[in-house]
């Protein structure tokens, strides 16, 4: 069992940064895969990034390519995502998740997150 908390969400303006955090608890954080993921209300999660369980190898989606990064501290139980040049279509529930292979794709992810909100205001 893997539980995942998000925090560093609010409101940045156009342009800005944001590093949001996921803090995992269980004994397999350390093994295990992450992702994060948003959505905004009505659509489809939105695959962002991963990050292998060493940290050593990240792939994102072209969306966010180049502006935003995955990082990981082990030793913290912590997955980081840091967003730069932020845009108001950025807008979106984010997520983080645990417990499935080196994938993009949500369906093969078991541990979610409850969600932190960012807000990008043009």
């Known amino acids: 069992q893997v539980l995942l908390v998000e925090s560093g969400g609010g409101l940045v303006q156009a342009g800005g940064s944001l590093r949001l955090s996921c803090a995992a608890s269980?004994?397999?954080?350390?093994?295990?895969?992450m992702g994060w993921f948003r959505q905004v209300s009505g659509r489809e999660r939105e695959f962002l990034g991963a990050?292998?369980?060493?940290?050593?190898?990240?792939f994102y989606a072209d969306s966010v390519k180049g502006r935003f990064t995955i990082s990981r501290d082990n030793a913290k139980n912590t997955v980081y995502l840091q967003m730069s040049s932020l845009k108001p279509e950025d807008t979106a529930v984010y997520y983080c998740?645990?417990?499935?292979?080196?994938?993009?794709?949500?369906?093969?992810?078991?541990?979610w997150g409850q969600g932190t909100q960012v807000t990008v205001s043009s």
């Open positions: 990050i292998n369980w060493s940290g050593g190898d990240t």
């Open positions: 269980g004994r397999t954080f350390s093994t295990s895969p």
């Open positions: 998740a645990a417990g499935g292979p080196y994938s993009s794709m949500y369906g093969q992810y078991i541990y």
